[in-house]
């Protein structure tokens, strides 16, 4: 069983390091020295978590917005959303008042 397990770990890291190997040569990262690798890495991170982040805060609002312009009768979703209190802005929906 323990032979099993480590054949399967031994997979994973050689897959893993195939999907970096191929990361590295798809972005032209692996023609780069050292430091640039680590710059073109911290870079790639930082947009990819501001996405994430974006993502997580703003499109659930915007969903729901765009919800009732396009069924402006259902309250079915207002009543279960998080933001009804005083701070729509903070949820996403400050753009309601350009739209009506």
């Not at 970096?20 to 032209?28: G, I, S």
């Not at 659930?60 to 209190?85: E, F, M, Q, R």
Request: aromatic share 14%; with cysteine; hydrophobic share 45%.
């Amino acid at each position: 069983m323990f032979q099993k397990l480590a054949e399967d770990y031994e997979k994973l890291k050689r897959y893993v390091k195939w999907l970096y190997v191929l990361y590295e040569l798809n972005t032209q990262i692996a023609i780069c020295e050292p430091w640039e690798k680590v710059f073109c890495h911290v870079l790639l991170g930082s947009c990819l978590s501001l996405l994430l982040y974006a993502s997580y805060a703003f499109v659930p609002g915007y969903c729901l917005t765009l919800i009732k312009l396009l069924w402006p009768a259902s309250d079915v979703l207002s009543h279960a959303h998080p933001c009804n209190i005083n701070s729509d802005v903070v949820c996403g929906n400050e753009s309601d008042a350009f739209l009506t």
